[in-house]
């Protein structure tokens, strides 16, 4: 009889193949991260240069690891320039979807800060990248391979090799942000050229809109500090809603900023109220210009028995400005 884990690994690879070869209709999606603001200008390319002075982060995410699938590695900088009036990004990410499926990209990007008032500002931005897809063929199993005893010991006849089995293509994207002392809200949309990204068949890459807005609430009016340990604690509450394809997704929840400790909780779900996903708890600790956070998923939703969940880890650093700016007001929007 086949072991648990070689049951395991043969469900995961025929689920895979299935819905890429025999599901009609079906729609990629993009990665998606818990920490939206580890990750600014993935979220809203809008927020590229929102710091002011030089940023970097990086992310890994492990999604449903008990099902071995999904690994997400992202590295990103971007700083804000008098020179050009705006911020310039660069965004890399590279997506394992499973043991013979990677999707690496590369993103450049410029926003442009327009001030509305003198409290109010816009950021406008645009996004180019080049996104690779590749195939490990030989890692992939059918059904006809599997001998119920012994496991994978057959070739298949069911699919013929594809002819490529790497794939590059270019696309845009665009967002705003606008945002004051203690509020902020945007919109984005990426993939606006809907390139093809499929193998065996021609397969439009749906865009993804992106909204998201929030706030900051001081629960200690006074501003002078009187513990030199801790900051004022600040609570962010927040929400962001995304629509890919068929596709709806409801984020909403809130931070607790008592530096240099960083707690949130986020909830996922469908925008239908009875199609829950997941319970996002987060910490991080962020001191002076360095930080680093820490999420779980709790799967609610049918996978709850199976996935695992989902772990992600954010490291992050902002470094001294290269020169003098103006007077020029940074996004206060949460770090995670």
């Given at each position: ?157 069911l699919a013929e090799h594809p002819d ?13 942000v606008i945002f004051s002392e203690n ?150 929007c949460p770090t995670f």
């Amino acid at each position: 009889m086949l072991s648990n884990i070689m049951k395991k690994r043969i469900l995961c690879l025929l689920l895979a193949c299935t819905a890429m070869f025999f599901t009609d209709g079906l729609k990629a999606q993009d990665p998606h991260f818990s920490q939206f603001f580890a990750n600014p200008i993935y979220t809203n390319p809008a927020f590229a240069g929102s710091a002011i002075c030089p940023r970097v982060g990086i992310s890994y995410r492990d999604q449903w690891p008990s099902l071995g699938a999904f690994k997400t590695f992202s590295a990103s900088y971007d700083q804000y320039f008098d020179a050009i009036s705006g911020g310039i990004g660069v965004y890399i990410m590279s997506d394992k979807q499973s043991d013979f499926y990677r999707i690496n990209t590369a993103e450049l990007i410029y926003s442009l800060r327009v001030k509305l008032t003198n409290n109010i500002t816009l950021n406008l931005a645009a996004q180019a990248n080049i996104t690779n897809n590749s195939l490990d063929w030989d890692k992939l199993v059918f059904p006809d391979q599997i001998d119920t005893r012994y496991g994978v010991i057959y070739s298949s006849t069911l699919a013929e090799h594809p002819d490529e089995t790497s794939h590059t293509y270019f696309d845009v994207g665009a967002g705003a942000v606008i945002f004051s002392e203690n509020w902020y809200a945007g919109v984005a949309a990426v993939n606006l050229l809907r390139p093809d990204d499929g193998f065996i068949s021609y397969n439009r890459l749906p865009v993804k809109f992106t909204a998201n807005a929030g706030m900051r609430f001081n629960l200690k009016r006074d501003a002078r500090r009187t513990n030199a340990l801790f900051g004022q604690p600040v609570i962010s509450p927040n929400i962001i809603f995304q629509h890919q394809g068929k596709f709806n997704t409801l984020n909403y929840g809130a931070y607790l900023d008592w530096s240099p400790f960083i707690f949130g909780a986020w909830f996922r779900q469908s925008m239908a109220f009875s199609n829950k996903d997941a319970l996002v708890l987060l910490f991080g600790l962020e001191w002076g210009d360095y930080k680093i956070g820490y999420s779980y998923d709790i799967t609610v939703s049918s996978l709850s028995n199976v996935s695992g969940g989902a772990h992600e880890i954010s490291l992050g650093a902002k470094f001294p400005c290269p020169e003098k700016h103006k007077k020029i007001r940074a996004i206060k929007c949460p770090t995670f």
